[in-house]
């Protein structure tokens, strides 16, 4: 098809004007603002280069397409709004774009939907799940593919064993699989990883309490839920142990013996019994951990997520520990206290920052490792194993301090450049989780009870219940999608409140298009409508595009056309609602669109454009929400 902006574009060298993060080929509005950026290059002999990254993509698409902040150029001698109003004036004719309007010392610009659907259109129709995706993004080097991907390491999730999968994992899943997706998307070489808590004195209490509560025949029924039980239950023996611990202390009577024989003791014995290779401790770990491993696999296989590789604390070797705790001692890092060895960051690192840090411990006098410890050493190890480009570590925000702490130490032993591969992506909490019948302990109570939610809803309306073929997935999935959407309401650092009745809502109060069976309900509908058009996907691309005239069909392309600019962007911020937001205003479009732009019935040239446009959308709509981690459904 014949595509003048293209063709015009062919011509422009784009790594001439030295442009960084240019890609006209996959992002239609780059192409846009090379053409303005080299325009006002003319009027202005400023630099193209200086003017291309200052061209921002409006979200509200009524004010513009692309708008210039002119006072952001920083020209001295000319005020920025008569600069403004005088290439407006001066801006030629151009076949795609609009004469730019002014808003304050701001140019405004809109493009011209025939070209624009022209660009758009056909380039949806033949990438299809590819579209929006940018292979270029991950390159080592952009001009020699030859050179290889970069490597991302996404760590995530990473429950604890035996312990509650609670709000911060089912978060920290949900965004992780979703930035695994969205650098997938980009042309990195992704690599999902889950670090399981699976190391510590906690493991030696449970081995306790398997010894003194344990069921063979329960744990393998619902090993995550006989190992919780057994945990709360010796966890409360050794609340109560802690408590007669201080009550004969501070009577003046002799503790002693409990302080030495106690339950807690003997954790602490049994772990380093694990840490000295013992083959029962060691097997009885090794059994909890695979239970635990398997039941986590069913849950995250509901949440379309796998992992490379289920890797944990305890696969951390002693000699990378070891290593690290080297480099601490010869930087003079290191003191002793108490036996345990500690750095304390008010002396390395002045002021404010030193004393936030506060102190971390890098050995217990009994010589064992901490969580701690085992990061440092887990860093140097993925270093090594994976020569990653970048990792991110996708924790809840609560772990600012531990992370800030092993970022700093990677700077005072010298570790400058590994410490700039490596990010803390952090979020806040979730509030009230809780199934309907009362607190959540598992994932998959959570999944399950949203599920059955959304199966209610659904029987509401019986006669489209009847049609729908696979009712039990169906509302599995759109409950998924609920918990999901809901999690990427907000920026990641806010608090949420879980809320069941708001999520799987269809319609009504409750956040809008931002729900996940308003998205669910959107692309079903999209698939029915084309369903019953009766034009094939292949006829499509030879429709008529200037066909599609209507303030609707021009909005919606106007936003497929931003999809790939906002995946791009939301590489920067890693904020999932970048996305969600992009999604909410594109199925707002389609969906109100269905009164004007009718398929059925309309003439047979009408009826191919339209399914054009219908059918890209569709597309648009499903990549995007495959990459939130949502499974689009075709029939509701
Ligand atoms: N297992 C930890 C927890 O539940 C989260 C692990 C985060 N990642 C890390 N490398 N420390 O709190």
Redesign the pocket.
Known sequence: MDDPLATRLQKLDIDEPGIPECFPSTNPLDAYRIEIANTISQLSHLQPHVIYPLLKRYSSLDKGDLSLPVPALNIKDEQPHILASRWADQFPESPFLFRPTLSGSFLVFHFKPKPLALRVLPSVLKNRTGWGSNPLLGLKDIKDASKGRKRIVV?FS???IAMRFHQ??LRSTIIGGFLANLYEASGWDVVRLN???DWGKQYGLLALGYKLFGDDKALEDDPTQHLYDIYVKINSLLDQERAEIERLETEGKDATKLRTEGLDEQARKYFKSMCDDDPDAISTWKRFRELSIQKYKEAYKRLNIHFDEFAGESFVQESSMKSVQDQLEARGLLEESDGASIVKFSKHVSGKEGRALKTAVIRKNDGTSL?FTR?LG?LFERDARYKFDRMI?V??AK?GL?FNQLFKLMELTGNNELRSRISHVDFGMVLGMSTRKGTVVFLDDVLKDVGEKMHEVMRKNAAKYALIKYPERTADILGISSVIVQDMKGKRVKNYLFNIEAMTSFEGKGGGPYRGPYLQYSHARVCSLLSNAGVLASETESANLDLLVEPQAILVVRLLAQYPDIIQKTLKKLEPVTILEYLSHLTHAVNSSYDVLHVAGSEPELKKARAALYEAAKCVISNAMKILGLTPLERL
Request: aromatic residues 18%; glycine residues 12%; hydrophobic residues 25%.
């Open positions: 760590e990473s429950p604890n911060g994992h670090y399981l808590g969580y990061d887990a570590y924790a809840a772990q531990h």
